[in-house]
């Protein structure tokens, strides 16, 4: 495995304020539409309510359904599409892996990007194998559309996130490298007008144009939309019983805190 260096993380060393605007205004896009992924409480929901700018989606340590919300904030459409995670020390059941798949049909034709969210911190080789069995789901594709964000950003303190990066070793560096080093960190404490996520979505406007356009879902995950098209939470359709299906993934299950989430067992 190829080891880091810094000044390819970095990636600002050639930076010229006018190529940079000329970029940024020929990459805009109108909407973009965004999959938050990752394991179950690493920061998925808060990242999605600062990028939209307000509460949008709940902090629950149950969820068990994709959630889409939209706004219209910096000039676009940003529409994200929150997802119940994996399980970090466990096989995760069927049914949120189907949940997870399905995030795909709730922005159609196709995400511009997917958020990978990794808390600030020690970060083993556990993590990384599963998100690469997570996100194969989606077939490989996924990672030329894949952008770390790093939640938990405060932990940092003063350190470059490129040094936590070296400093996390091979299982981290393995995930940025299949990103192509793409990455954000954000901080959740800053709700509002801030810098941070206009950068976030210039990044990802370049992710965009560097890749030829957004995802585009593979048969196999379109049939599994279809499976799934039935049960699907239509924002638009019964509002009564959309209600009742969050309100049921907002419900924690029984004894259910981080570490009995154990016994959940697989459908
Ligand atoms: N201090 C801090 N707390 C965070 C951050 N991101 C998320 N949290 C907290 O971590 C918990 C889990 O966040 P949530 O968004 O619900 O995680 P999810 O399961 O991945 O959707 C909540 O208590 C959040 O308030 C962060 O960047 N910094
Ligand atoms: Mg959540």
Request: aromatic share 8%; charged share 30%.
């Amino acid at each position: 495995m190829e080891s880091y260096k810094l000044t390819e993380l970095s990636g600002n060393e050639n930076f010229n304020p006018e190529e940079e605007k000329k970029l940024a205004a020929s990459n805009h896009l109108s909407e973009l539409r965004l999959i938050l992924l990752g394991w179950r409480w690493p920061g998925k929901s808060l990242t999605g309510n600062t990028i939209l700018g307000r509460e949008e989606f709940r902090l629950e340590r149950a969820a068990e359904f994709s959630v889409k919300r939209d706004a219209e904030r910096h000039g676009r459409k940003l529409t994200v599409v929150d997802t119940p995670g994996w399980f970090s020390a466990q096989t995760t059941p069927t049914a949120y892996q189907q949940e997870m798949a399905r995030s795909l049909g709730m922005c159609p034709p196709g995400p511009h990007a997917f958020l990978l969210v990794v808390p600030v911190g020690m970060f083993t080789e556990m993590d990384r194998a599963r998100i690469e069995e997570n996100l194969v789901v989606f077939g490989e594709a996924v990672w030329r559309h894949t952008m770390v964000v790093f939640t938990w950003a405060e932990v940092l303190k003063n350190m470059p996130i490129e040094r936590h990066i070296r400093r996390q070793g091979n299982a981290l560096q393995w995930v940025l490298d299949k990103c192509k080093k793409r990455y954000h960190v954000i901080n959740n404490d800053t709700f509002g007008e801030h810098t941070q996520v206009p950068q976030l979505i210039k990044k990802l406007e370049e992710m965009v144009a560097e890749e030829g356009g957004h995802f585009i879902p593979m048969k196999e995950e379109a049939k599994v939309q279809n499976q799934d098209s039935a049960e699907a939470i239509d924002e638009n359709s019964n509002p009564k019983e959309v209600k009742e299906k969050r309100e049921l993934g907002a419900r924690p299950k029984e004894n259910c805190s981080f570490s009995s989430l154990q016994t959940v067992e697989s459908p």
